[in-house]
């Protein structure tokens, strides 16, 4: 079983920047795929970009260019770097992870879930 540990949220002005960590244990990090997803007030829970155990990454198009996903093996933390943030980046932010060996934007597909962690973007 995995265990998932998210950090890093928090109120910032629009324009500013975040890092949000996802600390794992309890199962080979090294192996997984690991996701970052987003669920705003009475919206669906949304995919934001994911990450290969090789480092191979993936984004939505909404924040490609300002969002930087990336991952530490030797520390089983994934990390999602947040630049140039907008309102409309306000939400809860789950780290996931998923056991398969492909990329994937579908969240049915992973397998562990962090408790999420809230960022809001607001002037």
């Known amino acids: 079983q995995v265990q998932l540990v998210e950090s890093g949220g928090g109120l910032v002005q629009p324009g500013d920047s975040l890092r949000l960590s996802c600390a794992a244990s309890?199962?080979?990090?090294?192996?997984?795929?690991m996701g970052w997803f987003r669920q705003a007030p009475g919206k669906e829970r949304e995919f934001v970009a994911a990450?290969?155990?090789?480092?191979?990454?993936d984004y939505t198009d909404s924040v490609k260019g300002r969002f930087a996903i990336s991952r530490d093996n030797a520390k089983s933390t994934v990390y999602l770097q947040m630049n140039s943030l907008k309102p409309e980046d306000t939400a809860v932010y789950y780290c996931?992870?998923?056991?398969?060996?492909?990329?994937?934007?579908?969240?049915?597909?992973?397998?562990?879930w962090g408790q999420g962690t809230q960022v809001t973007v607001s002037s």
């Open positions: 990450i290969s155990w090789e480092g191979n990454p």
């Open positions: 309890g199962g080979t990090f090294s192996i997984y795929i």
């Open positions: 996931a992870a998923d056991r398969s060996s492909r990329l994937s934007r579908r969240s049915y597909v992973y397998d562990y």
